[in-house]
């Protein structure tokens, strides 16, 4: 009996050992998880874009320790090597680095007897990891046994140290925790280009709609793919407790942070280059198109008022004409601003903002009705989407939809409003900076009201209009001479 007790102990603290020091036998991954690592066997680049602690960098950690040991579980679709490989672990700093991904490689940092208690197991270590400088305890290179009989080898690295320390080296894989600037993240793909490596970022995308996110969201190629990982998908994360961790982020970071959806909210908000939505002036205009106008007051800042033409069958939206006029001065009152719209295009309907039902001073009449009184169609209510909601920030999801998707053109005779476009930003804390904006508020008023669009002849009033020569504006071309 008492051997048999010897015998059990003996074997549980084997197992509590083995436990404790090859980790990595234990992991599962989650459908998401196993999704990332399968794209490895057919992509170059890609990338794990989830919310916070679901698993991202963990799956990040896991993928690695599978390459540089060579040891490849049952489950495993992705790519392999039978070969030891070089490979790059590189974070936003050296102390983040350390404290994440050297952590789940090889166990808590400056704790002697914790070494070996990553995913990595301890046994397969080649000595003990040179350190780094600069941050205390942190690794600079690990050496690992690959199952081959050769050493696989892994530099930490940080983009804090700049892009030039991400040059000459020739490597197999690299990983990237969080989010790399597009000039590093160019790097690190050229160090894989000799071996026909790949690379895998893991982030959660606070930084909106950067280069890098775009590439992957909105440049398809046979050689990249994303994985999206919602809270949703974690299974260790009970979903009676979901809302609650939701809740506890700022409103503008809850998507990212709890659906790894790209955050709209803070610095540059389109990050979309010009090119993909910059057209020629158009000399044509087809009648049925649907045309309307949509307007900014003028109310402490510039008046504003573009036009958007809808082409509906393929859904895409052209800006064509937009007028910027100062909020002083000649220029500052609605009959000016009626003039220069009618000059264009008279007989469109007309979408405003909420702040047209505000009374004027002089007269106590609503600012709307002051518009209506100098010949402009302005459309009965002020500008919402169809369920009543006046969101700027569904306005700016739409144009960001459709700037990506081929669906929205601008003028390349518009230079004010690319100059908006250019410096339409938010605050740290996710708040639209409301300066500069003016025809930028006016296009998106009129995303909101487009459905109020009409088949209009521009120069005059609706299709059905039995005198069109009558409304065309002195100097507007008459498209149907065309």
Not at 236 to 250: F, S
Not at 366 to 388: F, I, N, Q, R, V
Request: proline content about 5%; glycine content about 8%.
């Amino acid at each position: 009996m008492a051997k048999d007790l010897t015998k059990l102990n003996s074997a549980l603290q084997k197992l509590a050992q083995r436990k404790k020091y090859w980790a990595i036998e234990s992991f599962q991954p989650y459908d998401k998880q196993q999704e990332f690592f399968a794209f490895g066997a057919t992509k170059r680049e890609r990338l794990f874009m989830a919310g916070n602690q679901l698993g991202k960098t963990y799956a990040g950690a896991c993928e690695t320790t599978y390459h540089l040991t060579g040891i490849y579980p049952p489950w495993w679709t992705g790519r392999k090597w039978d070969r030891p490989v070089r490979a790059w672990a590189a974070g936003e700093s050296s102390l983040l680095v350390r404290d994440t991904m050297q952590k789940l490689l090889c166990g808590e940092p400056g704790v002697d007897s914790a070494f070996g208690t990553g995913l990595i197991p301890r046994d397969l270590f080649v000595e003990k990891p040179s350190l780094a400088r600069g941050v205390t305890d942190a690794f600079d290179t690990i050496q690992v046994r690959h199952v081959s009989g050769g050493v696989s080898v892994l530099r930490f690295k940080s983009y804090e140290q700049g892009r030039e320390k991400f040059q000459g080296e020739t490597i197999d894989f690299f990983w990237g925790d969080e989010e790399p600037d597009e000039k590093i993240y160019a790097e690190m793909l050229t160090r894989i280009t000799a071996t026909k490596g790949m690379g895998f970022i893991t982030f959660t995308p606070l930084k909106g709609m950067s280069k890098v996110v775009i590439r992957f969201l909105n440049e398809p190629s046979e050689d990249r793919a994303v994985t999206r990982m919602a809270i949703e998908d974690a299974k260790h994360i009970p979903a009676e407790e979901r809302a609650k961790i939701i809740a506890g982020y700022l409103p503008h970071e809850r998507d990212a942070r709890s659906k790894g959806t790209p955050l709209f909210g803070r610095g540059l908000i389109f990050q979309v280059s010009e090119a993909l939505i910059t057209e020629p002036p158009l000399t044509f205009v087809p009648d049925h198109w649907f045309k309307l106008w949509a307007i900014d007051f003028g109310i402490g800042h510039p008046f504003a008022a573009v036009l958007l033409l809808w082409d509906k069958d393929p859904d895409v939206i052209h800006i064509h004409h937009a007028i910027r006029l100062a909020d002083e001065g000649a220029g500052s009152l609605p009959v000016q601003h009626a003039k220069a719209m009618k000059q264009i295009a008279a007989g469109i309907p007309v979408a405003w903002p909420q702040d047209g039902t505000a009374r004027e001073k002089g007269t106590g009449k609503p600012l709307s009705d002051l518009y209506k009184a100098e010949g402009l169609h302005m459309l009965e209510s002020h500008a919402t989407w169809p369920d009543g909601s006046v969101s700027t920030w569904a306005a700016i999801k739409e144009m960001q939809d459709r700037m990506t998707t081929g669906r929205f053109f601008v003028s390349s005779a518009l230079p004010q409003w690319f100059e908006e476009f250019r410096m339409y930003h938010t605050e740290e804390e996710g708040k639209i900076v409301k300066l500069q904006d003016d025809l930028l508020s006016a296009t998106q008023k009129g995303l909101m009201m487009k459905r109020f669009a009409v088949q209009a002849l521009l120069g005059g009033t609706s299709r059905a209009s039995r005198s069109r020569k009558a409304y065309i504006a002195e100097g507007t071309p008459d498209y149907d001479d065309e």
